[in-house]
T-cell receptor
Framework: GAGVSQSPRYKVAKRGQDVALRCDPISGHVSLFWYQQALGQGPEFLTYFQNEAQLDKSGLPSDRFFAERPEGSVSTLKIQRTQQEDSAVYLC???????????????FGPGTRLTVT | AQSVTQPDIHITVSEGASLELRCNYSYGATPYLFWYVQSPGQGLQLLLKYFSGDTLVQGIKGFEAEFKRSQSSFNLRKPSVHWSDAAEYFCAVGGNYGNKLVFGAGTILRVKS
């Protein structure tokens, strides 16, 4: 079946511009995560949704970062007034829900490479 | 706080040789452990996971990993490396349902023929 898809794959923005990054999770996956991966680093958690509810946004680096998932499927990560330090790969992941709690596996999309000039 | 350490930034092995990538974690509760692989320009692909039970877990592409609670380690192994294994490998730790993954900085594997 189809995996997690992200668009655009590459985005170049001038400093100060706003950008919107899209994530289409695997159909039926309730949980959705965003991660930021700086060059030469491992991914770092940004935010987490369960359906349309944003349950954890502790990783968002500033109030310029905003994420939404209004209908519980597609999610958008928006960055306002981009800065050079925002240059990174933004990864989206989705996972199934286990009704009784417990561990899960996250499936990742190919990422969006954002370059701020 | 949760953390993952991958001590080796780069590793080079000859094709056909064995491989071990190290991972140490710090986690205050029962850890759930993962290894992912990332090829250039690609997303992360899950190689294997440890949730509970047998501490030696098998994954895809001939990889295995062993969970050692006493050493807080989850090292990845492969008996014979293929040129196509060249990629970056990430170890990650997570908790219960819905929790985030914490990743190590990654180990870049180079395979020489």
């Amino acid at each position: 079946g189809a995996g997690v898809s992200q668009s655009p794959r590459y985005k170049v923005a001038k400093r100060g511009q706003d950008v919107a990054l899209r994530c289409d999770p695997i159909s039926g996956h309730v949980s959705l995560f965003w991660y930021q991966q700086a060059l030469g680093q491992g991914p770092e958690f940004l935010t987490y949704f369960q359906n349309e509810a944003q349950l954890d946004k502790s990783g968002l680096p500033s109030d310029r970062f905003f994420a939404e998932r209004p209908e519980g499927s597609v999610s958008t990560l928006k960055i306002q007034r981009t800065q050079q330090e925002d240059s990174a790969v933004y990864l989206c992941a989705s996972s199934l829900t286990r009704a009784a709690g417990g561990p899960y596996e996250q499936y990742f999309g190919p990422g969006t490479r954002l370059t701020v000039t | 706080a949760q953390s993952v350490t991958q001590p080796d930034i780069h590793i080079t092995v000859s094709e056909g040789a064995s491989l071990e990538l190290r991972c140490n974690y710090s986690y205050g509760a029962t850890p759930y452990l993962f290894w992912y692989v990332q090829s250039p320009g690609q997303g992360l692909q899950l190689l294997l996971k440890y949730f509970s039970g047998d501490t030696l877990v098998q994954g895809i592409k001939g990889f295995e990993a062993e969970f050692k609670r006493s050493q807080s380690s989850f090292n990845l192994r492969k008996p014979s490396v293929h040129w196509s294994d060249a990629a970056e490998y990430f170890c990650a730790v997570g908790g219960n349902y819905g929790n985030k993954l914490v990743f190590g900085a990654g180990t870049i594997l180079r395979v020489k023929s």
